[in-house]
């Protein structure tokens, strides 16, 4: 954050204030304050030179305002003359002297230019010394040092005020660093807080509903593991809510306060994976146009959530294993090797046991990542958590969509428990936000979301139903049933020649995303 430049320990023979230079440039790289910084180069300066104040000013931009940043009297006493008012004009000639980056000027009050002529007043008889603070992105700020003695500025005095510009130029350009840092802070605490108000929620938090009910043994396996730093592989069927499994061992952990990252291996481009994950160095590929961070740097000091894991590429694998035993890596390009310290949380539906014996998931991986393996049930196994996971998710959809909150009826929850679930809470949430949407705030419509009158099982109509006479269904499940035959005919191949996309002529990242959308798993046609 702080700026030193690299020749900050270059000082002319001046050997009486060599140290003193020293002393200057430590407490300018030391302090991001511009007024801890100036108040401390003032008192340094304070016994050696007769100053009796060091005035520093802010040039803004667009050169329309200059603010004044410090005001402080290398004294005890305060500074003897407040900062002037500055009109626009005299704004104007002042920024105009700076930009032309002047060498430090003595001006006195007989004969000072007119564009230095509103800091020094008529009742003062001081001498001035007045400089541009200039950084490598220009000018940007300027320094006025008044003296009481006239002879302050003589002999030996005035080379090394001169030297003084460049530390206060670097302390005036770390406090302009420290007030952007503070904005974009405050800008994204306040996206944060506006996300948080139309989600209803007063802290990012995640809800665990079920915790004592059809979950509870699987949050005691959570809570036990939570303090440690063992890998943690969690195995459930897609919707069954690995995510939030996962941020709760990073909220329960010592890593709480770092970041949590979320990568879904399944989701990545086989040629990409390695610099996604491990960054890449610039002019490593084409279209490396400059350094990146892969994810295991973003998350280093906290956790890094690899969902669908069993999709990683076996190169791929080989070169997570590493760091998942080193903690050690490479960008894609670099010849640096580079060190974190990352929690891995990993989650996947499908059964990597069996692709170990199938030799299509490392083996020594395998090991690695599932120290901990934690089980999520399917929704349709946790029938019991049904009634309050309706009732959550029903009053999140009325805060979404800025509807009345309308809880489920008792036909509702007898609707819902009838239903099978094989999207499990995924496909849940997505009936009740559409059944809240058909409701238009009078009501859950849960018959009409989930698609046609069930059958005596519950069950949601066969894809041979929809062509039947008179049925109707909503489109988001005539389009999931019409994909699934495609699926069926093309045995889950999704571009290329005689693929799903062929057929329903649809470009194939927008069939994978509908896909997504509407929970298909397209991996089981194949």
């Not at 300027?142 to 003589?154: K, V």
């Not at 990993?346 to 020594?364: I, P, S």
Request: glycine share 8%.
């Amino acid at each position: 954050m702080l700026a030193c430049p690299a020749n900050m320990l270059y000082i002319p023979r001046m050997d009486a204030y060599n140290s003193l230079l020293l002393q200057v440039w430590r407490e300018a790289c030391r302090h991001i304050e511009i007024e801890e910084s100036g108040g401390r180069i003032a008192a340094l300066i304070g016994p050696v030179l007769p100053l009796d104040v060091v005035a520093l000013y802010r040039v803004a931009p667009d050169e329309t305002s200059v603010e004044r940043v410090c005001l402080v009297s290398p004294g005890t006493s305060p500074p003897p003359f407040p900062a002037p008012e500055l009109t626009t004009s005299q704004v104007a000639a002042l920024a105009t002297w700076c930009r032309t980056r002047q060498p430090a000027m003595r001006v006195h009050p007989d004969s000072a230019p007119k564009p230095i002529a509103p800091f020094v007043t008529a009742e003062s008889g001081d001498d001035f010394l007045l400089g541009p603070l200039v950084s490598e992105h220009g000018t940007m700020g300027l320094a006025i040092l008044s003296a009481y003695d006239p002879a302050a500025f003589a002999g030996k005095a005035a080379p090394l005020l001169q030297l003084l510009l460049e530390p206060l130029a670097v302390a005036l350009e770390n406090d302009q660093r420290l007030r952007e840092l503070i904005a974009l802070r405050e800008a994204a605490e306040a996206d944060k807080r506006s996300l948080l108000t139309r989600l209803g929620r007063e802290a990012i938090q995640e809800v665990v509903v079920g915790a004592e009910g059809g979950l509870r043994s699987v949050m005691e396996r959570v809570r036990l593991v939570a303090r440690s730093e063992a890998p943690v592989l969690i195995l459930g069927e897609t919707g069954s809510g690995k995510e939030v499994v996962a941020r709760v061992i990073h909220d329960d952990s010592p890593r709480a306060s770092g970041p949590f990252i979320r990568v879904n291996c399944g989701a990545i481009s086989p040629e990409l994976i390695d610099s996604e994950l491990f960054g890449h160095e610039r002019g490593s590929f084409t279209g490396a146009a400059g350094d990146r961070r892969g994810w295991f740097e973003r998350a280093d000091g906290g956790t890094l959530f690899l969902d669908e894991i069993g999709e990683l590429p076996p190169a791929a694998q080989v070169r997570l294993l590493r760091v998942v035993q080193e903690g050690a890596f490479e960008r894609v390009g670099g010849e640096k090797t580079l060190h974190v310290s990352v929690r891995i949380v990993a989650a996947t539906h499908r059964d990597l046991a069996r692709m170990v014996q199938e030799h299509q998931f490392r083996e020594d991986l395998w090991y690695r990542i599932a120290v901990f393996p934690i089980v999520l049930p399917p929704l349709r196994e946790r029938k019991e958590d049904i009634p309050a996971l309706a009732e959550h998710l029903a009053d999140r959809a009325a805060r979404r969509f800025g509807l009345r909150p309308q809880p489920p009826s008792t036909e509702d929850i007898s609707i819902l428990r009838n239903y099978d679930w094989p999207g499990n809470v995924r496909e849940l949430a997505s009936v009740i936000d559409r059944a809240a949407i058909l409701g238009d705030g009078e009501g859950l419509q849960v018959l009409k979301a989930l698609g046609a009158t069930p059958n005596s099982n519950g069950e949601r109509p066969s894809p041979e139903s929809i062509d039947a006479p008179g049925a109707i269904v909503p489109l988001d499940e005539a389009m999931r049933q019409h994909i699934e035959r495609a699926l069926k005919a093309t045995r889950g191949k999704i571009e290329g020649r005689d693929s799903v996309a062929t057929l329903l002529e649809i470009n194939p990242h927008t069939l994978r995303a509908r896909m997504r959308k509407l929970g298909i798993d397209w991996k089981q046609f194949r």
